[in-house]
T-cell receptor, first 110, second 115 residues
C-alpha cells in the first residue's frame, strides 16, 4: 500500500475553511485516496474518497493534484464538532483493508 | 441512516477469560471487518470476512481470535483466552462490496478492558 504523510496537527478558526494536506507520492494508478476522521475514541467516520477527479459531498471536498501525488481535504466551514483526528488513506484496488496512519489532529477553535 | 451497531459498549473481563464482541453490520452489506485500537495507538486491521470465510487476516489475528456470522444479522469476534494486552477499542466495519471504490462504515466500538 502506498504510504501517506500528513502533518501531525493543525488549528483552524471556527467558521473558516480547514484545509488538510496529504502526500502520497508513491500512489499507483489504481489506488484510491480515502479520508476518515475519528472523534475522541469513537469509530472512524467515512468522509470522502476519490481516484483522480476532485470530489465533493455534504461533508467535504477532496482536491487531488493532477499527478495524484498529493491531495487536500477541505472542510468549508469548520465547526467545533469537526475537532478530530483526520486520516488520509490510500487504498489498493484489490484487497479491502484500510491501513491507518497517525493522521492529523485538527483543532477547531472559537 | 443505516449504521453499524456494536455491543456491549464496554466490556471488562478477567485475564484468561473468553469474550465475545458483537456487531450488527448494515443490512445489505456483505463484507465485514474487525479493527482494534490500543489506547494512544493507531487503528489496526484484524480480519475481513465474506461469505462465511475469512478473506484476509493480520498478524495480530492469531489462534486466540475467531470470527463468526452465527445468523443473518450478527457478526462476532471471539477472544478465547484474553491477555492484558488485548485491552483496546474494537471496531466492527462493513461494506457493500470488496472494491477499492467502496467505503466501509464503522461502528462506535467496544472498549475491552482485561484486568
Amino acid at each position: 500500500d502506498a504510504k501517506t504523510t500528513q502533518p501531525p496537527s493543525m488549528d483552524c478558526a471556527e467558521g473558516r475553511a480547514a484545509n488538510l494536506p496529504c502526500n502520497h507520492s508513491t500512489i499507483s494508478g489504481n489506488e484510491y485516496v480515502y479520508w476518515y476522521r475519528q472523534i475522541h475514541s469513537q469509530g472512524p467516520q467515512y468522509i470522502i474518497h476519490g481516484l483522480k477527479n476532485n470530489e465533493t459531498n455534504e461533508m467535504a471536498s477532496l482536491i487531488i493534484t493532477e499527478d495524484r501525488k498529493s491531495s487536500t481535504l477541505i472542510l468549508p466551514h469548520a465547526t467545533l464538532r469537526d475537532t478530530a483526528v483526520y486520516y488520509c488513506i490510500v487504498r489498493v484496488a484489490r484487497g479491502n483493508k484500510l491501513v491507518f496512519g497517525a493522521g492529523t489532529i485538527l483543532r477547531v477553535k472559537s | 441512516e443505516p449504521e453499524v451497531t456494536q455491543t456491549p459498549s464496554h466490556q471488562v473481563t478477567q485475564m484468561g477469560q473468553e469474550v465475545i464482541l458483537r456487531c450488527v453490520p448494515i443490512s445489505n452489506h456483505l463484507y465485514f471487518y474487525w479493527y482494534r485500537q490500543i489506547l494512544g495507538q493507531k487503528v489496526e486491521f484484524l480480519v475481513s470476512f465474506y461469505n462465511n470465510e475469512i478473506s484476509e487476516k493480520s498478524e495480530i489475528f492469531d489462534d486466540q481470535f475467531s470470527v463468526e456470522r452465527p445468523d443473518g444479522s450478527n457478526f462476532t469476534l471471539k477472544i478465547r483466552s484474553t491477555k492484558l494486552e488485548d485491552s483496546a477499542m474494537y471496531f466492527c466495519a462493513s461494506s457493500v462490496r470488496d472494491e477499492a471504490n467502496t467505503e466501509a462504515f464503522f461502528g462506535q466500538g467496544t472498549r475491552l478492558t482485561v484486568v
